[in-house]
Structures are given as structure tokens and as C-alpha cells.
């Protein structure tokens, strides 16, 4: 069983930047593929990024495309998401993953809390 622990969310301003954590235990390591997706009040739960499970290939949403690095330290069993030029739109709780890549919530099987991150305009 994967369990998943996010941090680093906070409040910022617009065009601040954040960086997410994700850590990862249990059997984990180069074993899944690992994602982020967030979920803004009254919407669905969105695809951000995610990365192979090499850490080689990544994929983002278009609306993070340029802005967002998704990364990922396999020796630490941890992913990171860093977030630049933020945008109030950007407001959501953020979720950690594990499973196969793609972009779709149900090519995941293990997921987080969450963390917030609220971008002030």
C-alpha cells in the first residue's frame, strides 16, 4: 500500500512562486508513475503534470504549461511540483499520485490529502 504525504502549500501572491512536496511510502520508488492534480471549490479534480516513473518524460495541462516543473527524486521516494508565475486562478488544493502515467484521475490508484495553495491577486 502507497501512502502519499503533500506539503508546501501556502497563501502568495500573483506571479509568486511555490514548491510542492510529495512523499511517498511503502513500495513505492521507481515503481509508479507520479502526477498532481488540483481541485478548485465547486469543480472536478484537474490534471496538472505528471512524470514516468524514470523520471524522463513529462506531461502538463495546458493552462500550466511553461509555468509549473513537475520533478522527482526517486532515491527519496518524493515528487515535487514547482509553481512560478502564479495566478489567482492557480487557487485549488493540490494532490499528489501514483500509478500509470497518463492524464486521466483513473489511471491512478494511490493519492494524497492534499495541500492548499491560494494565490492572492
Known amino acids: 500500500q502507497v501512502q502519499l504525504v503533500e506539503s508546501g502549500g501556502g497563501l502568495v501572491q500573483a506571479g509568486g512562486s511555490l514548491r510542492l512536496s510529495c512523499a511517498a511510502s511503502?513500495?513505492?520508488?521507481?515503481?509508479?508513475?507520479m502526477a498532481w492534480f488540483r481541485q478548485a471549490p465547486g469543480k472536478e479534480r484537474d490534471f496538472v503534470a505528471a512524470i514516468t516513473r524514470g523520471g524522463y518524460g513529462t506531461i502538463y495541462s495546458d493552462s500550466v504549461k511553461g509555468r509549473f516543473t513537475i520533478s522527482r527524486d526517486n532515491a527519496k521516494n518524493a515528487a515535487y511540483l514547482q509553481m512560478s508565475s502564479l495566478k489567482p486562478e492557480d487557487t485549488a488544493v493540490y494532490y499528489c499520485a501514483a500509478g500509470t502515467y497518463g492524464s486521466s484521475r483513473n489511471m491512478y490508484s494511490y493519492w494524497g490529502q492534499g495541500t492548499q495553495v491560494t494565490v492572492s491577486s
Open positions: 511503502g513500495p513505492t520508488g521507481s515503481s509508479y508513475a
